[in-house]
């Protein structure tokens, strides 16, 4: 059985608009070379870091949450580390609570409960 993973990198802000669609449309291909099924993404955009990396102050960010095996991590962050255009990422493994949670999320659910909780 597959697992569920969410990676979110960081591109350096050197990049263009157009640059950074690129690179993200190689990690998209490669997941999927990979045998990976790609279940969300989302483009969060050009944000200020919390520390500079490489004397850069901001970083344009990416999440993908996709299911695949476990070595398709070590392969994805091996591919992260070769890429000059990649400042940092962050993959972890999603539980059944954590997939639950981003699929309420993303069906709108969350904001229909804290409204009606304030």
């Keep these: 059985m597959a697992n569920q993973y969410e990676t979110v990198f960081i591109m350096t802000p050197v990049l263009s608009e157009e640059q ?3 690179t993200v449309t190689k990690y998209r291909k490669a997941l999927k070379d990979l045998g990976c099924k790609v279940i969300h993404e989302e483009n969060w955009g050009l944000r200020k870091l919390a ?3 490489q004397k850069k102050s901001t970083g344009f960010y990416h999440l993908l949450e996709y299911q695949g095996e476990g070595s398709v991590v070590a392969e994805l962050e091996l591919t992260f580390k070769r890429d000059e255009r990649i400042l940092r990422y962050l993959t972890i493994a999603l539980d059944k609570h954590s ?3 981003n699929e309420k999320k993303r069906a709108g659910k969350m904001k229909k409960q804290e409204a009606a909780t304030a």
């Design 51 to 53: 520390y500079p990396i």
């Design 99 to 101: 997939i639950a949670y």
């Design 20 to 22: 950074a669609k690129e």
